[in-house]
RNA sequence: GGGCGCGUAGCUCAGUGGGAGAGCGCUCGCCUCACACGCGAGAGGUCGCUGGUUCGAGCCCAGCCGCGCCCACCA
């Protein structure tokens, strides 16, 4: 308690790393499997990657499920944060090759088994970095149980879906067109792709017919790609081409002899209409060629050059250096009709951001319709709700056109596909090696996402039947962020339903993004990104989860430092509200409702509003309102008035029995989004044992509700509000106590008469007269003001009442509203007037 | 091209049919025996624009203007 006396500020930096050895010292964290999942509480943390750090998105995320987390262990429920990390496969293999480079040697020169053991040991160097970092925002997850999706009992519940699904027909491979990432070396998803606007040069090409009789004109931004052409398409409906279907065209430099077809994709309004079909290196034309049953040729390489099969002049050059020779020998052919810049969308990697090269390649594909259709299911029925409501329209249109996934990737480090081809063709799938010899294994990894789709069960141990499987799957709330809802929530959804059987989570809270305070994207190459754990270290691990709680909304954000300091504020004045109590209590007295005056009565009854909407802001996912409410309920109730209104009295039992009580619950309150202090705090309430994280918290108790008490002190803070107010314009010395009758308050005067510094025995010539909602108060202090510049006042709020009143008045003569409005309004609409009427007469 | 969302006080945002709110910033006054990361009191908004529905619109509808995001295969 003497440390208590001495410090008047709340230090963070001092505080959090004590409260938090405690915190993970305690065990209070892991729970032992037991019950069912509808009894317990379970969230699993979208696994950050090995390589990752912190970042603000994170540390919105940690706030939310921590608080959802402290939340419901506090309601006494058995609570599992599962924890782990992803083995993220470009992003750590790109780390680790880049180490390589720096050492002069490369992942090819050490070849594939020590390039993965090196992977391994930055891992183990650098992959409990992020851990570390959730630890600080005081995030308890069970770090005693933590996952990796690399790990060996991982590893075999990923083969196993891969087998299971492989058996069933959904995973297959096949020659098809994928999005090539030149920079990666490795195919990727259509969701790894993002477009971006270019300007290309559209070049038109004639291409001769082959009887001499003309030629058609196509326009192309790949010029290169034309020397794997194998067809021209114009719009069936297309007059102007009629005569031309069915003929052949001769394809310049190469020679190849190209059918005029007819498909109805063609846009007989764009460029020439007629579109040079390349199915091997355009989706479109990919498509187009499929359906017309067209030879597939590829000029351009896995990586980025072109191959033979492009020609002796083109051969090893670069896509782009070929299309200037291929230009270049077009015009010298005078193949070139025209030239122009055109501005379009062109798919760029999401993780190399290296323009896609779509290549046809033989790849491991997984059908999605049969899996699809459950998932779209469970969303449609709400057995799986996502929040905001918005976001399960986008979910489920999604799902509605799903298209296969291509889940092979050309990497080293990720889970290997399980297959194996034998010396005469044979194909062997299964979680262990084939037995025998001259079988060679599948060299790709799968996407990781695959892994990460079934993170929600094999984390618990799935496919083994498990105690904490059977304790917390399904979990309850997946807290993610927009961008990774089809890329991770959809496919974990898929794979729940498919494997253990069930939806992996009841609810999806889908968390603003947070920009830049300037509205830009919050990104360390534009320097606009903020570091949280700078954040903690200015303001306290409290204040930053407050600010982004505060911040958080059904939409992005800017980050706001301002909230930031609020909670920050928070943390302060409840460490100041809390010293201040504990250090007036009698300390031999147990916390206890024990209300001896109005006030009592109303802060217990308002504590009880407090602790209400609060459970209703958590079950609705607004943590902005939980959080502000919070604040509100801390300042302007709490430390405003309650506190307040106690100064001078005598601290009795009861009195310091109900402080307590007070003090006690709104720790209970307020720990789940503010831990640290509020845990601090608690060690200092006499009579509370263990940490405030394992205590229960109990929800709003309508015995203590006293409508009574809250109308009764409300109209006391409108006095001493008023009162104020009127001090303060009439130049009162703030310490002045006025003589002065308080009307309307019965019993509750005296109370009023301390805050507004006012002596209800005194007397005097009347001063003026200020009114409030429910009563009046006639100051007596003679002439204290300038009379005239009184009796202006007077006139002005005289003036200001008429007009309310003539306001009222002609609402309620408006025959519409009595009639139509509801009645209650109309009411109150009558009782205002009549209130109105009797502050006019008073004044 | 389709879809979603946003435009409210100087800034960041609450507010979805009955008299415009918060935090920060600003002004004024206070070191009032918890807190100057504090206390008290203020100033400051034709709620993007135009119509409509309604007794009543920041809130519902339509159109327009401005901004953002997502999806999509026009060479």
């Known amino acids: 308690m003497s440390t208590l006396q001495e410090r008047t500020r709340f230090e963070p930096a001092e505080v959090e790393p004590r409260i938090a050895e405690r915190w993970f010292a305690s065990g209070l964290h892991h729970p032992e499997p037991g019950g069912t999942p509808a009894e317990n509480y379970s969230i699993a943390v979208p696994p950050p990657n090995v390589t990752g750090v912190l970042h603000m998105g994170h540390a919105l ?35 680790v090759e880049r180490a390589l480079i720096a050492e002069g040697t490369s992942r090819e020169e050490i070849g594939r088994e020590a390039f993965i053991q090196r992977v391994w040991e930055w891992r183990e160097e650098y992959g409990g970095t992020i851990i570390e970092q959730y630890k600080r925002l005081g995030a308890t997850c069970d770090y005693d149980d933590e996952r990796f999706t690399l790990d060996d009992d991982y590893v075999r519940a990923v083969l196993k879906v891969f087998v299971d699904l492989y058996d069933q027909g959904l995973i297959y491979r096949d020659h098809y067109m994928v999005n090539w990432d030149p920079g990666s070396r490795s195919a990727i998803s259509d969701l790894e792709v993002e477009d971006r606007e270019v300007t290309d040069t559209l070049v038109h090409i004639a291409y001769p017919l082959e009887d001499g009789s003309g030629e058609v004109v196509v326009a192309t931004v790949r010029p290169e790609t034309m020397l794997a052409d194998t067809a021209v398409a114009v719009h069936p409906d297309d007059e102007r081409y009629r005569h031309l279907v069915g003929k052949t065209a001769v394809l310049p430099l190469v020679g190849r002899h190209l059918p005029i077809i007819t498909d109805d994709y063609v846009k007989p309004e764009f460029g020439t209409g007629c579109l040079k079909i390349t199915p091997g290196h355009d989706p479109n034309d990919f498509d187009i060629g499929r359906r017309h049953d067209l030879d597939e040729v590829s000029v351009i390489g896995e990586d980025g050059r072109m191959t033979s099969e492009a020609g002796p002049d083109y ?61 779209i299911e469970a969303v449609r029925s709400g057995r799986v709700t996502i929040h905001p409501e918005s976001q399960s329209r986008r979910y489920i249109e999604w799902l509605e056109n799903i298209r296969p996934w291509c889940i092979s990737r050309q990497l080293w480090w990720g889970h290997q596909i399980p297959v194996w081809y034998g010396d005469e063709e044979q194909t062997y799938v299964g979680i262990d090696p084939p037995q025998g010899a001259g079988w060679e294994r599948d060299p790709d990894v799968l996407d990781t996402w695959f892994s990460s789709a079934l993170w929600p069960f094999a984390t618990l141990g799935w496919p083994k039947a498990t105690p904490e499987l059977r304790a917390f799957y399904p979990t309850d709330v997946l807290v993610t962020a927009r961008d990774i809802l089809f890329l991770w929530v959809a496919r974990m959804v898929m794979m729940g339903l498919r494997f253990p059987g069930d939806i992996p989570f009841t609810d999806v809270y889908i968390t603003s993004v947070i920009q830049a305070p300037d509205g830009r994207r919050m990104s360390k190459s534009l320097g606009t990104g903020i570091d949280p754990l700078d954040e903690i270290e200015a303001h306290g691990a409290d204040g930053v989860r407050f600010g982004l709680l505060a911040m958080s909304s059904s939409q992005d954000v800017r980050y706001s430092a301002e909230k930031v300091r609020q909670g920050q504020a928070l943390a302060n004045k409840l460490f100041n ?30 504590l009880q509003e407090a602790k209400a909407q609060f459970d209703a802001n958590i079950a609705t996912f607004d943590f902005a309102k939980a959080a502000l409410g919070l604040y509100d309920f801390v300042y302007g109730e709490l430390c405003d008035w309650y506190l307040e209104f106690n100064k001078g009295r005598e601290y009795d039992d009861d009195l310091s029995a109900t402080m307590l009580y007070v003090l006690r619950e709104t720790l209970l309150l307020a720990h789940p989004i503010i831990p640290f202090v509020t845990e601090e705090l608690w060690s200092h309430v006499p009579g509370a044992e263990d940490l405030l994280a394992g205590q229960r918290a109990t929800g709003a108790d309508d015995a203590l509700r006293d409508p009574d008490a809250e109308a009764r002190v409300g109209a006391v803070i409108a006095a001493v509000t008023a009162v104020r107010s009127w001090r303060e314009e009439a130049g009162v010395k703030p310490g002045a106590v006025l003589a002065a009758r308080l009307d309307g308050l019965d019993g509750d005067a005296e109370l009023a008469a301390r805050m507004a510094r006012l002596d209800l025995g005194g007397d005097g010539d009347l001063t003026a007269v200020v009114t409030f909602s429910g009563g009046a108060a006639e100051i007596r202090a003679g002439t204290l003001v300038d009379p005239a510049e009184e009796q202006r006042k007077r006139d002005a709020e005289r003036e200001r009442l008429r007009n309310e009143i003539a306001r009222a008045e002609s609402k309620l003569a408006n025959e519409g509203f009595v009639a139509k409005a509801p009645e209650h309004l109309v009411a109150a609409e009558r009782e205002k007037l009549e209130r109105l009427r009797r502050e006019l007469e008073q004044q």
């Open 577 to 606: 509200a809390a010293r201040y109590v504990l250090l007036n209590v009698s300390a031999a007295t147990d916390p206890a409702p024990r209300p001896a005056t109005v006030h009592d009565r109303w802060i217990l009854s308002r």
């Open 315 to 375: 051969a090893g050059f670069t896509a782009l250096e070929a299309r200037e020779k291929v230009v270049a020998a077009l015009e010298a052919e005078g193949r070139i009709r025209h030239q122009e810049p055109y501005t379009h969308e062109v798919p760029y990697s999401h993780r190399s951001g290296e323009r896609i090269e779509p290549l046809i390649s033989l790849q491991w594909f997984m059908a999605m319709d049969e899996l699809a259709g459950p998932a």
């Open 61 to 95: 995320n940690g706030s939310v499920q921590d608080t959802l987390i402290r939340y419901h262990r506090m309601k006494g429920v058995r609570t599992k944060w599962i924890l782990g990390t992803d083995h993220a496969g470009i992003a750590t293999q790109k780390q």
